[in-house]
């Protein structure tokens, strides 16, 4: 999305249904969209470009059948977890912990 001609964020979204991201396999079925990624510019948070972003990748993965978004959102992440819970009535159905300590990394899906 552009502002004024300057990027003002980005979302990424996939269908394939052998989707990872880290180590974790999300369940997907048929119909499943993983939202993956999304980023809001600094100059440009807290003016609805996540919103609107959400909303546009929402309606181009209905209309190629999906029925159902999965997202993964740093439980931190008080902004992203605001568009998607409070305007977008999600629900959290898991979690992900990623560890990273020097070389060693892990990561658990429950």
């Given amino acids: 999305m552009f502002c004024d001609d300057h990027p003002a964020g980005y979302t990424w979204g996939s269908m394939d249904l052998q989707t990872r991201l880290e180590r974790v396999h999300p369940r997907l079925n048929p119909g499943d969209v993983l939202c993956t990624d999304s980023f809001t510019a600094p100059e440009f948070r807290g003016h609805g470009i996540q919103t609107a972003l959400t909303l546009a990748r929402f309606n181009l993965f209905r209309e190629l059948g999906c029925v159902r978004a999965i997202c993964c959102i740093e439980v931190r992440n008080a902004p992203s977890l605001a568009v998607w819970q409070r305007k977008f009535n999600s629900q959290t159905i898991g979690t992900i ?14």
């Fill in 97 to 110: 912990d990623f560890i990273r300590i020097g070389p060693w990394y892990r990561v658990r899906y429950h």
